[in-house]
């Protein structure tokens, strides 16, 4: 079984950074693929970055790339979201999945965080 549990949320003021951190317990970070996803009351669940089980690749959603960074440290089995240049519209719960599939779609993670909530105050 595996559980993950998100960290690092808060509020900031926009222009500002934030890391969020995701602790993997139950099996290694190296046997899944690790996502980060985000939501608001009035939208679905939004892709936001994802790393493939090797650590080598990692995508992007559009409205974050070149902003937000995926990254992870095996030996503490925990996947990393830096936040930077924060925008309002970044305000949303995020939240932690692991899977044996790589993508963008929530299908194609197993297991999820119970979510971290990120206010940007404009």
């Known amino acids: 079984q595996v559980s993950l549990e998100e960290s690092g949320g808060g509020l900031v003021q926009a222009g500002g950074s934030l890391r ?32 493939t089980w090797s650590g080598v690749t990692t995508s992007y959603g559009d409205s974050v790339r070149g902003r937000f960074t ?10 990393y979201l830096q936040m930077n240049q924060l ?23 197993e297991s999820w965080g119970q979510g971290s909530q990120v206010t940007v105050s404009s």
């Open 20 to 51: 969020l951190s995701c602790v993997v317990s139950g099996h290694s970070i190296n046997n899944y693929a690790m996502g980060w996803f985000r939501q608001t009351p009035r939208q679905e669940r939004e892709f936001v970055a994802a790393m």
């Open 70 to 79: 995926i990254s992870r440290d095996v030996a503490k089995n925990t996947v």
């Open 87 to 109: 925008k309002p519209e970044d305000t949303a719960v995020y939240y932690c999945a692991a899977g044996t599939g790589w993508g963008r779609y929530e299908y194609e993670y």
